[in-house]
């Protein structure tokens, strides 16, 4: 069974502050790396994509990936409290499907 | 607006009672999943199907079933439900190797 590791939590920021989230992998051949956020008791949403290793920045959002550690990272600049939420590391294993980490709390302090 | 919608959003019924919960998506596209969610269980996938009249196991298949007759449409059954299939129920799709969309998720419970 391939897996995909993440701290649960919860992670405390005070509100301004870079959030990091960290996720590993096990499966060498994932291609496709996909962070989620959910609310409690909402569907979760795409907030970012990455399929090459490096950075992708997307306004407050930045993706880092590390094929050779088996390394995805979320960095959150200027963190809200808006941002408190569930964050999911999803990893393409094959086809189609995604195996899904179970998930890191972040909590936004103002 | 691209969407996957399900219905019902919320369904309280009782075990042994047959239900279907439906998805649908309106982006053509190719792959669906269902999910569920339990606490402390993450997102687990229950059948995927990667094109009409093709599906497939997940990792928790047993007591749910699907059929894929049409591209949009991804009904989940339950034939016979039972307390442990509460859960929050989500319908998801994707083209190939791309983010998969959820819908709003389904609120189960079976007494």
């Known amino acids: 069974q391939k897996e995909v590791e993440q701290n649960s939590g919860p992670l405390s920021v005070p509100e301004g502050a870079i959030a990091s989230l960290n996720c590993t992998y096990s499966?060498?051949?994932?291609?496709?790396f996909f962070w989620y956020r959910q609310y409690s008791g909402k569907s979760p949403e795409l907030i970012m994509s990455?399929?090459?290793?490096g950075d992708k920045e997307d306004g407050r959002f930045t993706a880092q990936l590390n094929k050779a550690s088996q390394y995805v990272s979320l960095l959150i600049r200027d963190s809200q409290p808006s941002d408190s939420a569930t964050y999911l590391c999803?990893?393409?294993?094959?086809?189609?499907?995604?195996?899904f980490g179970a998930g890191t709390i972040l909590r936004v302090k103002s | 607006e691209a969407q996957v919608t399900q219905n019902p959003r919320y369904l309280i019924t009782v075990t042994g009672k047959k239900l279907t919960v439906t998805c649908s998506q309106n982006?053509?596209?190719?792959?669906m999943s269902w999910y569920r969610q339990d606490p402390g269980l993450g997102l687990r996938q229950i059948y995927y199907?990667?094109?009409?009249?093709?599906?497939d196991k997940g990792d928790v298949p047993e007591g749910y079933k699907v059929s894929r007759k049409e591209k949009r449409n991804f009904p989940l059954i339950l034939e016979s439900p039972s307390p442990n299939q509460t859960s929050l129920y989500f319908c998801?799709?994707?083209?190939?190797?791309?983010?998969?969309?959820f819908g709003p998720g389904t609120r189960l419970t079976v007494l």
């Open positions: 982006m053509n596209h190719e792959y």
């Open positions: 999803a990893v393409n294993e094959y086809g189609n499907k995604l195996v």
């Open positions: 990455i399929y090459s290793n």
């Open positions: 199907s990667m094109n009409v009249e093709v599906t």
């Open positions: 998801a799709s994707s083209n190939p190797g791309s983010a998969q969309y």
């Open positions: 499966d060498r051949g994932s291609q496709s």
